[in-house]
């Protein structure tokens, strides 16, 4: 399916520097960054923006492209039409990079990590894998992520959930993780270095969708539902995360004041995620929204 790029500005710890990230990786697990015009002229792009007066550099790195301007202009005046001649130059079809010789392999490392769930484990790679969280029940849910499906071709593989730079794999009884970490991360190090496919476009564009529902949802719901899915998106989510897993606002019913959440990942399913939404979720919710919420329910684990 054929890609259809987006583009979301991006500031940096640098006010010079501002990043434009796409939806699609731009590159496998490579950076550039190029100085002046003479240096990129084997990255298209990247020559097209120093006809741009104010570009001084141009970094391009798995899904974004960085640009650092001189101090002629302020990024507030030129940034949306930059992030829309990027859009339209990726749109196009054009090139980003061309290769003069055979790209060297990046070393890609992986390391595994426990999770509070005892049957799910955290390969944690040294670089970007996907631009957004993915859970796969099984295999037929992996149509769109190749990655998944050869995951789901090892007998022991339950569930997997992949983000940003982590996939959190679910595993049955009969194996033990001390007999297949070292399997799986050799597995996972070499599907990446070797540049494969994880997510296909469609599964993209299919998250997008869901995304830009969930946008429009979010616009009609009450206040309190509103406020609770920042409080989940600022303070909750990251420390979920760190964990292999996910959480998602399902509902609140505004007379019993409960809150209905989705656990994916390494927190679905997991003993102790019980102890979790009380003495974590729950209690950070009824004490910064007081009298609205009673408590705290996970529809699936």
Not at 96 to 116: D, F, L, R
């Amino acid at each position: 399916m054929e890609k259809n790029f987006e583009i979301k500005i991006e500031a940096t710890s640098n006010p010079g520097i501002v990043k434009f990230e796409a939806n699609y990786f731009l590159t496998q697990h490579t950076s550039y960054e190029f100085e002046n015009i003479d240096q990129a002229k084997n990255a298209p792009l990247a020559q097209q923006l120093f006809y741009l007066p104010f570009v001084k550099k141009v970094f391009i790195s798995q899904n974004f492209v960085a640009i650092d301007k001189y101090d002629i202009v302020e990024w507030s005046d030129v940034q949306e039409e930059v992030a829309e001649q990027i859009q339209n130059y990726l749109n196009s079809g054009q090139p980003i990079i061309n290769e003069t010789q055979t790209t060297k392999k990046v070393p890609i490392t992986i390391y595994a990590e426990s999770t509070p769930n005892p049957a799910v484990l955290k390969f944690v790679a040294n670089k970007k894998i996907v631009t957004t969280g993915h859970e796969f029940k099984n295999i037929d849910d992996a149509n769109d992520a190749p990655l998944a499906q050869e995951l789901f071709h090892f007998p022991f593989v339950k569930e997997v959930y992949i983000d940003e730079n982590y996939v959190s794999i679910s595993k049955y009884d009969i194996a033990d993780w001390n007999d297949i970490t070292v399997e799986i991360r050799e597995f996972l190090r070499s599907y990446l270095e070797q540049g494969k496919e994880v997510l296909s476009a469609n599964a993209t564009i299919t998250k997008q969708e869901v995304q830009k529902q969930a946008d429009s949802d979010f616009e009609k719901l009450d206040d309190v539902s509103k406020d609770i899915i920042n409080i989940i998106e600022e303070y909750i989510k990251p420390a979920v995360a760190s964990d292999g897993g996910n959480i998602l606002f399902d509902s609140y019913n505004p007379e019993s004041k409960i809150v209905k959440v989705i656990l994916q990942g390494a927190c679905s399913g997991c003993p102790s995620s019980t102890f979790t939404l009380k003495n974590g979720i729950e209690n950070m919710l009824k004490e910064m929204l007081r009298d609205k919420i009673t408590s705290v329910e996970a529809i699936n684990g």
